[in-house]
């Protein structure tokens, strides 16, 4: 499964261990308990949601949530390591996968369980969620669910396990690649293939899209993909490794950043390519402790001319976003894979390694707030109506406030 290989490639990069994924659990809250949560919640605020890894399909990691006291407001037990990233639905619905397989909902409100479904798979495909349905891989599966009760509306079978997070034209087309070296257009509402593309080598980051039609991810050969959003055509195939490099392959899921997209490597590389031209437009080289710093992190992008990153060298980086050069660092003090999630408010949340979740000013990098979990934290934030989501190897959800 491509899970594997990643994991064996961030084994080598930030020396973690694979998990073994422990037996599944299923559980289904009656319709009454999923209505009353209803009630409560269809008064949430304007800001809140966050529907797919990265906050949108663009993979920006952007919010508008008003600054956080890092207290937690309540935390749920998922009875697994959380393996992917929280999506919040505009109901008030919280979204996760598990190492076991699950696809667990929980209420924003106060941390009640309202389903859980076995789609299979490690988890590490995070779910999006728009228009009351639920779009995640699990095995071979791009499943598509019910948000509110969990049932299933229709599953696409795909040439390999989908460990890639979907991207979504809400109501139109699903975009996700497989470990089988495809990526996809799936119909959103019918589940039928729009179009595949066959890419040369195995896939490992999700997609992104930017308002031009085009569609980005990287390769495991440390190529970055450009292709056409209507019809999958490829428009360019860009190395950005050196070969020696290269087998490692780019992990960080690539983020659109004005006329530019920005995408980290194992080699410890920043990238920005044109949207427009195709070609890279700035390259910086983090500095590290390591003979390498990997970035399997996927770059935040805050508006403001910062692009936020955390590595395996154990920093978070602010970097212009015209430039690359960079403007801050900030030691974490440990191995960074969660991507950080970024408020116009001027901070970030990151998770680390060492099993904190980290609250940094992005104009500086000063520390506003640490809490400490009971485990790695891989999980990226998801930023929603003031408060913070985001799973622990623990095996539990945590909200912020």
């Not at 095995?139 to 696409?156: D, E, I, K, N, Y």
């Not at 589940?191 to 890419?199: A, E, S, T, Y």
Request: net charge positive.
């Amino acid at each position: 499964m491509l899970i594997v290989r990643r994991r064996a490639g961030l084994t080598r990069m930030l020396g973690l261990l694979a998990l073994a994924p422990p037996a599944a659990v299923y559980l289904m809250i009656p319709s009454s308990r999923i209505n009353s949560h209803n009630s409560h919640t269809n008064q949430r605020r304007s800001d809140a949601a966050w529907p797919m890894f990265r906050g949108n399909a663009q993979r920006s990691g952007l919010s508008n949530c008003p600054r956080l006291a890092g207290k937690v407001a309540w935390r749920a037990k998922l009875d697994a390591p959380v393996t992917g990233s929280p999506a919040v639905t505009t109901s008030g619905i919280v979204l996760c996968t598990t190492s076991e397989g699950g696809l667990v909902a929980i209420s924003a409100r106060d941390g009640t369980r309202l389903w859980v479904r076995h789609i299979g798979g490690d988890g590490y495909s995070s779910p999006a969620a728009v228009g009351g349905r639920v779009y995640v891989g699990g095995g071979a599966q791009l499943w598509c669910l019910s948000a509110a009760s969990g049932r299933v509306r229709w599953r696409f079978r795909s040439n390999g396990s989908i460990e890639t997070s979907p991207a979504l034209v809400p109501g139109k087309v699903v975009f996700f690649g497989s470990d089988g070296g495809y990526v996809y257009a799936v119909g959103a509402i019918t589940g039928r293939m729009i179009w595949k593309r066959r890419l040369r080598g195995r896939l490992s980051s999700s997609p992104a899209l930017d308002t031009d039609g085009q569609v980005f991810i990287g390769r495991a050969d440390g190529s970055l993909v450009i292709l056409t959003a209507d019809d999958g055509a490829i428009v360019a195939s860009l190395p950005l490794m050196p070969t020696f490099w290269a087998s490692e392959g780019i992990f960080s899921t690539p983020a659109v950043c004005g006329r530019n997209v920005v995408v980290g490597t194992f080699g410890g590389d920043v990238i920005a390519v044109s949207r427009i031209r195709h070609a890279v437009a700035w390259r910086t080289h983090l500095d590290a402790r390591l003979d390498r710093s990997p970035i399997a992190a996927s770059c935040a992008v805050d508006g403001h001319g910062h692009v936020l990153v955390g590595s395996a060298d154990h920093r978070i980086y602010s970097l212009n976003s015209n430039t690359g050069a960079v403007i801050w660092r900030f030691d974490a003090g440990s191995a960074i894979a969660s991507s950080a999630a970024v408020s116009r408010r001027g901070y970030l949340a990151v998770g680390t390694d060492g099993g904190n979740v980290l609250c940094l000013a992005t104009e500086n990098g000063g520390s506003l707030w640490s809490l400490r979990t009971g485990g790695r934290v891989y999980s990226s934030p998801a930023l929603s109506g003031g408060e913070a989501f985001v799973g622990s190897e623990d095996g539990y959800l945590y909200c912020l406030k």
